[in-house]
């Protein structure tokens, strides 16, 4: 049986940690240092960082964060935001990232997921995918932090994301984010049962027992989390605890 990764998100702006509610109305939670160090500590299996406004500015403000964090924090992060070429993701992975995540670069220039996964190998390179529902079972790929409409269909794009090398999904429910009212189960499923690379859940998550829901119902095999992670609204000791409580495989670790 597969590890299921519990993953933390820290969604940046400028120098500060935020959150918002369906990927607006970001709110300051405080220094992005110092939560990684915190859910570092606490356990968790890796970091998402996505710099927020980086698609408006044209280039990835987060090489700093990532070169500080890369010397004290030994799991595997993932930077997205912002990475519109090879000379982007260097610069990235240079600073201590193991994998990239596009979206919006990705739409616009669907060579750029083969030019990363031939240049650092498909593990790295994570397609990053803002979904919003326009239908039943039906949703459209949104990029710029969820504000602009590609007319694309979520499952028609991961699967030719898939194909071009892709080796990894970042599945954002734009309708879920924020809202603690648990992921879209029917989203995840619907793209995890087209694809064999695997898909993290995102957005949404209000619960230990939301994480075990999108996994046994929608296929996840990872999730990531922010809300429940930045409000001290669950430890990761009793999020690891809840998923092995239902059956499901997580690493083992040790606070002691």
Same mark, same amino acid.
Not at 26 to 37: F, T
Not at 188 to 196: G, H, I, L
């Given at each position: 049986?597969?590890?299921?990764?519990?993953?933390?998100?820290?969604?940046?702006?400028?120098?500060?940690?935020?959150?918002?509610?369906?990927?607006?109305?970001?709110?300051?939670?405080?220094?992005?240092?110092?939560?990684?160090?915190?859910?570092?500590?606490?356990?968790?299996?890796?970091?998402?960082?996505?710099?927020?406004?980086?698609?408006?500015?044209?280039?990835?403000?987060?090489?700093?964060?990532?070169?500080?964090?890369?010397?004290?924090?030994?799991?595997?992060?993932?930077? =997205? %935001?912002?990475?519109?070429?090879? #000379?982007?993701?260097?610069?990235? +992975? /240079?600073? !201590? &990232? *193991?994998? $990239? @995540?596009?979206?919006?670069?990705?739409?616009?220039?669907?060579?750029?997921?083969?030019?990363?996964?031939?240049?650092?190998?498909?593990?790295?390179?994570?397609?990053?995918?803002?979904?919003?529902?326009?239908?039943?079972?039906?949703?459209?790929?949104?990029?710029?932090?969820?504000?602009?409409?590609?007319?694309?269909?979520?499952?028609?794009?991961?699967?030719?994301?898939?194909?071009?090398?892709?080796?990894?999904?970042?599945?954002?429910?734009?309708?879920?984010?924020?809202?603690?009212?648990?992921?879209?189960?029917?989203?995840?499923?619907?793209?995890?049962?087209?694809?064999?690379?695997?898909?993290?859940?995102? =957005? %949404?998550?209000?619960?230990?027992? #939301?994480?075990?829901?999108?996994? +046994? /119902?929608? !296929? &996840? *095999?990872? $999730? @990531?989390?922010?809300?429940?992670?930045?409000?001290?609204?669950?430890?990761?000791?009793?999020?690891?605890?809840?998923?092995?409580?239902?059956?499901?495989?997580?690493?083992?670790?040790?606070?002691?």
């Amino acid at each position: 049986m597969r590890n299921i990764r519990i993953i933390g998100r820290l969604d940046i702006k400028g120098p500060n940690l935020i959150k918002g509610v369906h990927l607006e109305g970001l709110r300051v939670i405080g220094s992005p240092a110092e939560h990684a160090r915190r859910y570092y500590e606490q356990g968790v299996d890796e970091l998402i960082y996505m710099d927020c406004v980086a698609s408006l500015y044209g280039r990835n403000h987060l090489g700093d964060i990532v070169r500080s964090a890369a010397e004290n924090i030994f799991v595997p992060m993932t930077v =997205g %935001g912002g990475i519109r070429s090879i #000379d982007d993701a260097t610069q990235i +992975l /240079r600073a !201590g &990232a *193991d994998k $990239v @995540a596009v979206n919006t670069a990705a739409v616009a220039g669907p060579e750029l997921i083969t030019h990363i996964a031939r240049r650092f190998g498909s593990q790295c390179m994570v397609l990053s995918i803002e979904a919003k529902q326009i239908g039943p079972q039906r949703w459209e790929v949104y990029t710029d932090n969820g504000r602009e409409r590609t007319g694309l269909d979520v499952v028609d794009w991961v699967k030719r994301g898939v194909a071009m090398g892709a080796g990894e999904i970042l599945l954002t429910s734009v309708d879920r984010e924020g809202t603690r009212k648990g992921f879209d189960i029917d989203l995840v499923r619907a793209v995890s049962a087209e694809v064999a690379v695997p898909v993290i859940a995102s =957005g %949404g998550m209000g619960s230990a027992e #939301d994480l075990v829901e999108v996994v +046994l /119902r929608g !296929g &996840a *095999d990872a $999730v @990531a989390m922010a809300d429940i992670l930045h409000y001290r609204r669950a430890a990761i000791a009793d999020i690891r605890a809840a998923a092995r409580a239902a059956g499901l495989s997580v690493r083992d670790y040790d606070q002691s």
